[in-house]
């Protein structure tokens, strides 16, 4: 599969059920060291056991110190070489960094405003 043909979709909130059989999900937040951290999950449905469908959850990349974009562009491109079609995506990190950057210069943003 070319990775063109791979979909990028916003992830489901928690307690939304994927009703996708294979796709791989990006998640991305800060640690506690204001760092962007990325975990990647290949996630695939298994044959119901005991009327059940059952998930296989594989993890790439736990805590991985890459940009948002870069987890992106690499799960695509892993999606796209297991010919799977849909990457879900969630980006934590981002808003709470430049909130928390404000916040912490507030100085810098008044000077920035003044301009």
């Given at each position: 599969m070319r990775a063109s043909k791979v979909r990028?979709?916003?992830?489901?909130?928690?307690?939304?059920s994927y009703v996708d059989p294979t796709f791989v999900l990006?998640?991305?937040?800060?640690?506690?060291?204001?760092e962007t951290t990325t975990t990647?999950?290949?996630v695939a449905s298994q044959l119901p056991v005991k009327g059940k469908l059952r998930w296989r959850v594989t993890t790439l990349g736990q805590s991985v110190?890459?940009?948002?974009?870069?987890?992106?562009?690499w799960a695509v491109s892993f999606a796209a070489m297991?010919?799977?079609?849909i990457v879900y995506q969630r980006d934590e990190?981002?808003?709470?960094?430049?909130?928390?950057?404000t916040s912490a210069h507030p100085s810098a943003a008044a000077s920035s405003a003044s301009k």
């Open positions: 990028i979709l916003p992830a489901l909130d928690p307690g939304e990006v998640e991305t937040t800060l640690n506690g060291a204001d990647i999950e290949h110190p890459l940009t948002h974009a870069g987890a992106l562009e297991h010919d799977i079609p990190g981002r808003g709470v960094r430049y909130a928390a950057a």
